[in-house]
Every structure is written in C-alpha cells, then in structure tokens.
C-alpha cells in the first residue's frame, strides 16, 4: 500500500472526527442558549416577585426586639407556648394510633380485635357484650386430624 493512501486516509478520518466533534458542539451551544432563554423568563419572574414582597414588607409594621418581657407578656407567651405543645402532642398521638392501628389491620395485632369487637357492638347495640355472655365448655369433638399441606395427603 502506498504510504500517500494511508496519509489520505487518516487526513479524511481526522475531518471527519473534527465535523463530528463540531456538530456535537452546535447542537450543545443550541441547547445552552434555550436553557438560558428559560432562565431569563424564571428570573423576569423571581424579580417581581422580590419587588412585590418588598413593597409589602415597607406597608407591615417593623417588629422591635424586646429583650424584657413583663410578667404578664411572660405568662401569655407560656400559655401560647403550652398550648402549641399540647397540640404538637396530639397530632403526634393521632398519627401514632393511626400508623398502629394500621400495622393491627395488616398484622391482626390486639388493636384490630378490639376494633373490630367495638364496631360489631356499635353495629349491633341490642346483642349484649362478649363479657355478659355465659361461657360453656363444649366437648371437643373427634376428628381426624388433616395434614396441612397438599403433599403430606399423600404420604
């Protein structure tokens, strides 16, 4: 082979690596322009609403610091205190009894029978509770005792 064929062909290789490498630049620069123009519209956007909440922070009255409290600001700051923690712990509850009663249903925990209990008494206000009924021994009766899986039938 004649060594001007093999400059002819790594000189047509290496053009056509180069167009290859700048078309994917063009189609990279292409991208980088739409994505700027989307950036341009989000920030138009964030700049007015920063303009709008400045003018509404000038019309609210400027909070002053009060390092001293009265006894009485004191007392109405531990009430309001109290009272978000009450209802912090509330919702706590209420989402732990729901997540337990929940993993009960799944599960057939203790909870699930005594909800269960409660609504068949609910649905049901005439029928007596399970405490008021009398209890009876039943015999038990003879039967023949059936293997529990399919296989063991045959042995």
Known sequence: MPWWLVWVI???????VFAWIGLRLWRSVK???REVAKAEVVLERLEA???????????????????????QQRTALHEVRAGVRATRRARRRFRFERAAAQWDDIS???RAD???A???AAAHPASPSPAALPTTVMPAQAQPAQPAHPDARKA
């Open 108 to 110: 057939g925990g203790p």
């Open 118 to 120: 409660a609504a068949a």
């Open 114 to 116: 005594a909800r269960a």
């Open 31 to 33: 991208a980088l322009g």
């Open 49 to 71: 609403r920063v303009r709008e909440l400045d003018e509404l922070a000038g019309e609210v009255e400027a909070i002053a610091p009060q390092i001293v409290l009265s006894p």
């Open 10 to 16: 790594l000189v047509v290789a290496a053009l056509g």
